[in-house]
């Protein structure tokens, strides 16, 4: 099975609700008690470079706190048929725990996206 490493984040820009994402191939499986590694900070980092790029069209504002920013392994199946379908639904007004509840259904293990100053991200248990 095709897994798929992929690297969204939940925000308000200018009042409208954006879920942009970012997405990976995985060569293996991560390991039941392992970390994403370098593969997630890559990703984690091209997406947060983009949506920087993205702010001179509004101020950006996270949705969700701490869980505003995830990184989700899934089946690449699901990434094709079953995250578009749960990205509209929040996107038009949707609840954040129903988007929250569908993505840990499709998701084989996930990861909060922390970081402090002078660190590199760290990855959470989500």
């Known amino acids: 099975m095709d897994h798929y490493l992929v690297c969204l984040a939940l925000l308000e820009q200018d009042g409208k609700?954006?879920?942009p994402i970012g997405g990976a191939s995985l060569?293996?499986?991560?390991?039941?008690n392992a970390d994403p590694g370098r593969e997630g900070e890559?990703?984690?980092?091209?997406l947060l470079l983009r949506l920087w790029q993205q702010s001179d069209a509004g101020a950006v504002q996270r949705h969700g706190a701490?869980?505003?920013?995830?990184?989700?392994?899934?089946?690449m199946a699901k990434v094709l048929e079953d995250l578009p379908?749960?990205?509209k639904a929040w996107l038009a007004g949707g609840d954040r725990s129903d988007l929250y509840k569908g993505?840990?259904?499709?998701?084989e293990r996930g990861w909060i996206i922390q970081t402090a100053k002078y660190s590199k991200p760290c990855f959470q248990n989500w």
């Open 66 to 75: 701490e869980q505003s920013l995830l990184l989700l392994e899934m089946p």
């Open 17 to 19: 609700r954006r879920l």
């Open 27 to 32: 060569a293996l499986e991560i390991g039941p």
């Open 103 to 107: 993505l840990r259904e499709l998701a």
């Open 85 to 87: 379908r749960l990205k």
């Open 42 to 46: 890559a990703l984690v980092l091209e």
